[in-house]
């Protein structure tokens, strides 16, 4: 079946870096589109990021735009997103999708 874990996250000071990665099984990672989305404490989710299949064509919520980057290895079936300039905004559960699946969510706290 479709398992997408999602690793990296952490505790960062305001303005540091981190790197979330996902590791997509079960099905042909290279066939769909990935995306990554977050949710706050207390909030609803919000889309963070998509990338095509080839990784061509790729699009970024404005509250992230220039500062992450998502990527994707489908030699490996891994998905990426690459956070820079963190703030503390950005303290979420980071999770990975596809159509019609999650992974269990990584979290993110952004503080100092």
């Known amino acids: 079946q479709v398992q997408l874990v999602e690793s990296g996250g952490g505790l960062v000071q305001p303005g540091g870096s981190l790197r979330l990665s996902c590791a997509a099984s079960g099905f042909t990672f290279s066939s769909y589109g990935m995306s990554w989305v977050r949710q706050a404490p207390g909030k609803g989710l919000e889309w963070v990021s998509t990338?095509?299949?080839?990784?061509?064509?790729?699009y970024y919520a404005d509250s992230v735009k220039g500062r992450f980057t998502i990527s994707r290895d489908n030699a490996k079936n891994v998905l990426y997103l690459q956070m820079n300039t963190l703030k503390p905004e950005d303290t979420a559960v980071y999770y990975c999708?596809?159509?019609?699946?999650w992974g269990q969510g990584t979290h993110v706290t952004v503080s100092s």
């Open positions: 999708s596809k159509v019609g699946s």
């Open positions: 990338i095509s299949t080839g990784g061509g064509d790729i």
